[in-house]
């Protein structure tokens, strides 16, 4: 994928904006709806489609009230996004519509998230959000509108694949590669979605950006899960699900010695090392087990996290299932690991993946997303682990 060049006058080629969006038609009748999020990536890719001589639409959904997450008064972020999204759009000259999704986003998200921490494990709400509220209602919306495809900020591609279908492929910069939060996209979604910066650099982004005009061209990124705009994850659980806070019992997982006490296992999740305070141990100890109906909070050292598989519910599959080598993430950031499968993954089957080395901090109701070298092939929820017998 190339980059868009830049015009003498700063603006971008249209040619070269059009083919980022792979339309079925002459740009010029065609219809584009962009998701803006209030943010850079977003914004880009509405520039870019205005640029491309398409009618461009942009659509804001309105999930959370920051405000509210924090308990501070005028900390409404998401009020701060919704005024950036509506000035670009100005600034492009194309229609912008917000549309408030807060309820079912807390029934969806929100709440699930604080269920899930509830019960010992540990969630990922943006990939929840994707399968959800953002992608089933904004294709709605989208279709209702006539548009052509939609388009999102994300980094990641979309690729022609050989059986005449599309696939969903890493992006080009590692360091942005958002794929394993679109692992349960359908091949039906994908056909009709756009990641127009997918091939592009964040540098890249902000130039063009700049050289729109936009004003949050410099803006940061989000760092944190979007309702929790602080980091504090287990705040926002005791507020959805007060009984998250009820205190329960540290215990060595090999000895099942009491070791100490904590305010509650929303505080915790496999593989955790810091915030323990169970002093004086001769090795270090990490969190191996989380017991939610004795509120125990399991900990050992380091290979005592040590598992063989994964038993992944809820499985979806992009395309053919390839005979390659497959790779498996089993957190956002962490490096893709040889496995091989049992069972085909897709339409919510389960699957059990089995990893070539001893793979550690494996947490369930984390993601498991399956990789055919750059391809994204699917994935699912981790239900379970297998774990090594250790001493």
Known sequence: MTTPALSDTGLIAPADAAALFDLPRPAATCRIVVAMSGGVDSSVVAALAHASGAEVIGITLQLYDYGAATGRKGACCAGDDIRDARAVADRL???????DHESAFREDVVEQFADEYLAGRTPVPCIRCNMGPKFTDLF???RELGADCLA????VRRVAGADGGVELHRAFDPARDQSYFLYGTTEAQLAYLRFPLGGMPKPQ?????????????????????CFVPDGNYAKIVTKVRP???APGAIVHAATGEKLGTHKGIVHFTVGQRKGLEIGGQPEPLYVVGLDAPSREVRVGPKR???????????TNRIGPLPDAPLTAKVRSLARPVPVTLEGPPGDGAPVTIRFAE???GVAPGQAAVLYAGDRV???????????????
């Open 304 to 314: 005592m996290l040590a598992v063989s598989a994964a038993h992944l519910t809820e």
């Open 358 to 360: 001893p793979e550690f």
């Open 93 to 99: 000259g194309i229609a912008h519509y917000v549309f």
């Open 152 to 155: 999102t900020g994300h980094y």
């Open 140 to 142: 709605r919306m989208a």
């Open 243 to 245: 009984e998250g806070a």
């Open 377 to 391: 092939v699917g994935g699912g929820w981790i239900g379970s682990t297998e774990k090594l017998s250790v001493r």
């Open 205 to 225: 982004v902000r130039a063009l950006a700049e050289a729109a005009g936009l004003r949050n061209a410099a803006k940061p990124d989000s760092q944190d899960i």
